[in-house]
């Protein structure tokens, strides 16, 4: 009994280390907002987290040579955003050294940022360069709803908000009309209702008559209008659809959006999305798009993105433009008889709208992805959680084997160069996962 009794405690002992929790509470760190970067470990990381309502945190690795080009910009950003009236703190964390703690936030790429807005996470796709990405990081600290009284107001409301998020304007619409929805997906856009203006601006967004909810894409030079009906129902709706531009260029950046869109995918395969007759081509798809807001609309160039089109059986001896209808994971629609658009210089929006006729009365071929799924292109990586995984389920079988010895008998883990050459062993593991999944700016 004495001997079981001891091989209990040593187990209980080990398990303490792998989960890095020590027998003794851990200390309050007092942190304060002087604009400087604050570095975080193991021992420190929830109490930043829980001390700061706003705090953005740089997960790195030394060797990562974007890591080292993201850290200047983030030096030269601290301080302002620390003068903020809902200051946001910024602050680092050498995943490569505390792999514990980067695996226990997911981390499996360099560098990722992550934003913890009162606690709650949220991975950071947005721009790298210090004063974009003060511009993009103001828009979790502003006003659910911003109130404009004038003409100036509206027009300097756009120009702040900058391009990375779509803006939704309510001009002559109460505040409480859209307040729930912009507390909802505040993290997604701006919202703001203008209370006083003068045709001129009417004008300048394209609406007639009041109220008018108008939605704007910066970085695609969209907008779209909305004259209700105005019940949270329609209203979240418009708003949903308006998150994306008609025509989505599929990249690294829009698939993260693509993610969160429940919708259907209407994706065109072309051999490069910048020449003119791709940009038609787009043109095209806007319109489409208009009609059909069941579906997301979305383009891709070989040239620009083989490996994904490649996933559609599409490449440069592929009869081009190729249309499927993609579930975002692994299945996709082919219809039968419209597969591809018969020449650039045709009539493509009969064409296109032949291929819709065919998907939905059901003339269609279901396919699988040659690849991973619109979830696999953004987390294609194993992640370091299935190392240490793998190193706990062998500690345990090594303690079991132990235990299966004489009761008396102190347990054994192995020799001291045994021990060393396993901790080698996990560290190239550690080291080759890390490389694997490094991120580009």
């Known amino acids: 009994m004495r001997g079981m009794s001891k091989g209990r405690i040593w187990i209980l002992l080990c398990l303490l280390l792998l989960t890095g929790r020590g027998l003794s509470s851990e200390e309050e760190t007092k942190f304060k907002i002087d604009g400087k970067v604050i570095e975080l470990d193991e021992s420190n990381f929830d109490s930043a987290i829980s001390s700061f309502d706003y705090i953005l945190v740089d ?15 983030l030096d030269e950003a601290a301080p302002i955003l620390a003068k903020l009236k809902e200051p946001i703190v910024i602050a680092k964390v050498d995943a490569d050294k505390y792999s514990r703690l980067a695996s226990k936030q997911e981390i499996d790429a360099f560098p990722t940022l992550k934003i913890f807005m009162h606690g709650i996470p949220t991975e950071y796709y947005g721009p790298r360069k210090a004063e974009l990405l003060v511009r993009y990081l103001k828009k979790f600290v502003a006003p659910d709803v911003s109130i404009l009284n004038s003409d100036a107001e509206v027009s300097d409301f756009v120009e ?34 203008a209370k006083d203006f003068s045709e001129d601006t009417m004008v300048l967004y394209d609406f007639d008559k009041v109220p008018a909810l108008v939605a704007l894409q910066p ?6 209008i909305f004259y209700g009906p105005f019940d949270e129902e329609f209203l979240e709706e418009f708003i949903k659809q308006n998150f994306l531009p008609l025509s989505v260029p599929i990249n690294q950046d829009t698939l993260n959006l693509l993610k969160d869109d429940k919708r259907k995918i209407f994706l065109a395969i072309v051999e490069d999305e910048t020449e003119e007759k791709s940009q038609k081509l787009v043109t095209t798809l806007k319109a489409a798009a208009s009609a059909n807001r ?32 993609w579930d975002g ?27 819709l006729e065919g998907y939905r009365e059901g003339r269609t071929e279901q396919k ?13 990586l194993i992640g370091i959680r299935s190392v240490y995984i793998i190193v ?3 500690a345990m079988l090594m303690l079991l084997r132990t235990l299966g010895k004489d009761d008396e008998e102190p347990p054994r883990v192995g020799t001291s160069d045994q021990s060393e050459h396993a901790r080698s062993t996990v560290s190239r593991a550690e080291n080759d996962e890390y490389r694997s999944g490094e991120k580009e700016d």
């Open 368 to 380: 699988k992805v040659a690849g991973p799924s619109i979830f696999g292109f953004i987390n294609s």
């Open 329 to 355: 994971n692994e299945n996709y629609l082919t219809v039968i008889g419209s597969e591809s658009i018969e020449g650039y210089e045709e009539d493509q929006g009969s064409q296109i709208s032949r291929f």
């Open 59 to 73: 997960f790195y690795a030394p060797w990562c040579g974007h890591c080292k080009r993201l850290a200047p910009q």
């Open 392 to 394: 706990f389920m062998v």
């Open 294 to 325: 069941d579906l997301v609309f979305c383009y891709v160039g070989i040239k620009q993105f083989a490996d994904f089109a490649d996933t559609f059986e599409a490449n440069k001896k592929s009869k081009l433009p190729k249309m499927v209808v």
């Open 160 to 193: 702040n908000a900058g391009t990375f998020f779509p803006l939704f304007i309510g001009f002559g619409l109460d505040e409480s009309v859209m307040s729930n929805l912009a507390l909802k997906y505040k993290k997604k856009a701006w919202f703001a209702v």
């Open 219 to 224: 970085t695609y030079n969209e907008h779209n």
